[in-house]
């Protein structure tokens, strides 16, 4: 019933030409189709992602519980970065503009990066 009842919004019932109309304005506004700053955001969250996620794995690393040396840990912190380094690269498309992403991601490496070299050499 609930899946009836949302038929009306999600346009299955409007007719052919209002919704080719629809698709175009969402394209003249830019919100549809090829957008060129996808290509910027992907590689700018490659590269900056993966310090994210060497330095968080490495935060785990020095303050979760146990030592480092212990084999399920370092396991455990090798097979994380993946997951976090993949999970930044796709939650880059919800930023509007490439600066403000750039502008987190850049901060985000110098705040973590900070705290791991306090947790390795300030005690």
């Not at 993966?50 to 399920?72: K, N, S």
């Not at 930023?95 to 050499?121: D, E, P, Q």
Request: glycine residues 10%.
């Amino acid at each position: 019933m609930l899946a009836l009842g949302l038929l009306p919004f999600s346009g299955v019932l409007d007719k052919p030409g209002k919704v080719l109309a629809k698709k175009k304005k969402r394209i003249q506004k830019g919100l549809e189709g090829y957008k060129p700053h996808w290509w910027i955001k992907s590689l700018c969250a490659v590269l900056f992602g993966l310090p994210i996620a060497i330095a968080i794995a490495g935060l785990i690393a020095l303050w979760g519980p146990g030592d480092v040396v212990v084999d399920d840990k370092s396991q455990f912190v090798m097979w994380l970065i993946t997951p976090v380094w993949l999970t930044l690269v796709s939650l880059v498309y919800l930023f509007i503009s490439v600066r403000r992403m750039l502008s987190l991601y850049l901060g985000l490496n110098l705040v973590l990066f900070t705290l791991l070299w306090v947790a390795k050499f300030g005690g």
